[in-house]
């Protein structure tokens, strides 16, 4: 898969795909995207309820959303379990062209970065002692999550015009039995459809303030078992 490197509005890189016409990340700025959608109101948000946290990312790729995520366990020191899937790893050639060293300000923050791409696959792996790590190759359709088991859904795929298998609503069944009670799926998309497949698979909805760019996001709530 060719890939070429754009930067985005707030001087973050991200990488094109042409045979998709596609970004990993918003044009209007990568870094802006993932500390709104993912980190503000997935991580963040569930911090408030609890200091530990299992998080399931849906899609790995440069490692943004992994890396903002780290400094809550280390600055916090709250225990945060990262499972993230990727079917199409990117290469350490294309990662350090990114040159996210330029965002991530803090050097030894930027070491951690590179320790999350080098971890290996399949096979959880402590970055600190607080942040547990694993990549798990393999897309969401063969992915089989243990149930009512995560705090946190990154869903951070392709939008649903260019991988629409993954915005089925079988994919959204499937995470919604992952997601424990009381935990949220958050991503940049807020189109009706993806929404009405939220309320199908059980998740209540909530439209959300978008990063910059977006006029909304979407955030789908788990209820809680009745008592």
């Known amino acids: ?7 985005t509005k707030d001087g973050s890189n991200t990488l094109y795909v ?23 109101y997935g991580l963040e948000h569930m911090l408030e309820q609890k200091k530990d946290l299992k998080v399931l990312e849906i899609g790995f ?12 366990a280390l600055a916090k020191k709250a225990f945060i379990q990262y499972d993230t899937l990727e079917k199409f790893p ?4 294309v990662v350090a062209q990114l040159h996210y060293e330029n965002i991530i300000l803090n050097p030894e923050l ?5 320790a999350l791409h080098a971890a290996p696959w399949n096979e959880p792996t402590d970055i600190i002692p607080y942040f547990t790590l694993q990549k798990i190759h393999e897309s969401l359709e063969e992915f089989l999550p243990p149930q009512s088991y995560y705090d946190v859904v990154y869903f951070d795929a392709f939008a649903p015009e260019k991988q629409p298998e993954l915005w089925a609503d079988a994919m959204f069944e499937k995470l919604y039995k992952a997601t424990r009670p ?16 939220l309320k199908a698979a059980g998740f209540q909805v909530e439209a959300l303030p978008g990063p910059p760019g977006k006029r909304e996001m ?3 709530l788990k209820p809680l078992l009745p008592h």
């Open 90 to 93: 990117l290469t350490e050639e």
């Open 18 to 40: 042409p045979e998709l016409n596609e970004h990993y990340h918003s044009v209007h700025g990568a870094l802006q995207e993932s500390q709104h959608v993912f980190i503000k």
């Open 110 to 114: 930027y070491d951690y970065f590179k």
């Open 61 to 72: 790729g440069t490692g943004l959303n992994a890396i903002l995520t780290f400094p809550f």
């Open 182 to 197: 009381g935990g949220v799926l958050v991503t940049y998309c807020a189109k009706g459809s993806f929404k009405r497949s």
């Open 1 to 7: 898969m060719h890939l070429e490197i754009r930067q």
């Open 218 to 220: 979407t955030r789908g």
